[in-house]
Structures are given as structure tokens and as C-alpha cells.
T-cell receptor
Framework: EAQVTQNPRYLITVTGKKLTVTCSQNMNHEYMSWYRQDPGLGLRQIYYSMNVEVTDKGDVPEGYKVSRKEKRNFPLILESPSPNQTSLYFC????????????FGDGTRLSIL | AQSVTQLGSHVSVSEGALVLLRCNYSSSVPPYLFWYVQYPNQGLQLLLK??????LVKGINGFEAEFKKSETSFHLTKPSAHMSDAAEYFC????????????FGQGTELSVKP
């Protein structure tokens, strides 16, 4: 089954404790992206990757890092999480770009105390 | 820069009534436009897309949207609402030049009353 898998689905942690949210897709897609969803703001793009070793900033990249060492994986790293990063996060992929329909994961709800 | 505005954060309709969710965009180049739906505790699913060609686009679950360049709009409609249509709906815009960027609207929560 074609899918985008995020882990964990839920996480409560404390300020400053490094965390990684993993994202993996099994569709051989070149493009992957991370979004955060906040009430009243819709989804905002954090980072995206057009292919292996190619990443670029979205609209809200501050406080986040990503890497794309393999085609299937695109982890989101919060080096020093802060409460304003409490949000619902989605990973998505598409064959080639943001201009193509995205396949979304089920989301990761992060709470940073 | 591209942007998307969805008019109305909450829309409520009766079962069987017309659904109209509004989306306006700004883009300096021909846009790619999308509507996604999000059911509770789930990720987003594609409802329909406009790339080029026919301006009236049909999607899943009886939804359709019309691209109107002169009005910079891409409103979503469904002739007859069903209880199962209750969800949050997002309009989004991208284009060929952007490659990776995809801009979402703020979302519209649709409620369907029996």
C-alpha cells in the first residue's frame, strides 16, 4: 500500500530536549515536504526536498532542520524545541514537486512544555 | 509572492443543501490549484486539482471547482451536502516555477446539519 509514515504520532516533551520526527514514503517519490498546522493559519511549509541531498526552506524554517540522505526518508529535527513549536506536523511526498498532488502522512502532534 | 485566501473559517449547511467554499489566490504566473480535505485525526486527501485546460474540474465525492482567472478564484462546490462531508477543507496554490513551494489557505471547517 502506498503510504507516508510518520513517527511518533504523539509526543510530549520539554523545552530544549532535542527530538526527531521521522518520515518515510514507499512510493519512490523525489519530492518530500514538512508542514505545520496551527488553528486559523492553515498549513505552513517548513522545509522541502526536491531530491536526495537537495533541501530548501519553506515559509517557517526557523528552529527546524532536515536531511535527505535517502530517497525514502525525510526526518524533521528540532535541535532545541521551544513551546512555540507545539503544533501538528505533517509530512508529504509527491513524484516531483509541490505543484503535484501531495500524499500526506497521518500527522504528528507535538507538545513542548 | 503567491498567497491563498479562504473566505469563512466556518461554513454550516443543511444536509441536501448546496456547499460553496470560497478560495481566492494571487499568483504572478499560471497557477496550479488544489483542494484538500482533512477528516478528524487524519492527514489531508486530495479532492481535486487544476493545472491547465478545462476550467471546471471534477473531483471525488461529487465535488467540483471552477478556475476563474479574471476573478482569481477557485471556489469549491457540491450540489447536495451529505453528513459525511463534514471536515476541514484547504485550498492550495503552487506553480511550475516554484518547484517545491505549496501555499495553503487558512482552511474552512464545514459542518452539515441533519
Amino acid at each position: 500500500e502506498a503510504q507516508v509514515t510518520q513517527n511518533p504520532r504523539y509526543l510530549i516533551t520539554v523545552t530544549g530536549k532535542k527530538l526527531t520526527v521521522t518520515c518515510s514514503q514507499n512510493m519512490n517519490h523525489e519530492y518530500m515536504s514538512w508542514y505545520r498546522q496551527d488553528p486559523g493559519l492553515g498549513l505552513r511549509q517548513i522545509y522541502y526536498s526536491m531530491n536526495v541531498e537537495v533541501t530548501d526552506k519553506g515559509d517557517v524554517p526557523e528552529g527546524y532542520k532536515v536531511s535527505r540522505k535517502e530517497k525514502r526518508n525525510f526526518p524533521l529535527i528540532l535541535e532545541s524545541p521551544s513551546p512555540n513549536q507545539t503544533s501538528l506536523y505533517f509530512c508529504a511526498s509527491s513524484p516531483r514537486g509541490g505543484y503535484q498532488p501531495q500524499h500526506f502522512g497521518d500527522g504528528t502532534r507535538l507538545s513542548i512544555l | 509572492a503567491q498567497s491563498v485566501t479562504q473566505l469563512g473559517s466556518h461554513v454550516s449547511v443543511s444536509e441536501g443543501a448546496l456547499v460553496l467554499l470560497r478560495c481566492n489566490y494571487s499568483s504572478s504566473v499560471p497557477p496550479y490549484l488544489f483542494w484538500y480535505v482533512q477528516y478528524p485525526n487524519q492527514g489531508l486527501q486530495l479532492l481535486l486539482k487544476y493545472t491547465t485546460g478545462a476550467t471546471l474540474v471534477k473531483g471525488i465525492n461529487g465535488f467540483e471547482a471552477e478556475f476563474k482567472k479574471s476573478e482569481t478564484s477557485f471556489h469549491l462546490t457540491k450540489p447536495s451536502a451529505h453528513m459525511s462531508d463534514a471536515a476541514e477543507y484547504f485550498c492550495a496554490v503552487s506553480d511550475n516555477n516554484q518547484g517545491g513551494k505549496l501555499i495553503f489557505g487558512q482552511g474552512t471547517e464545514l459542518s452539515v446539519k441533519p
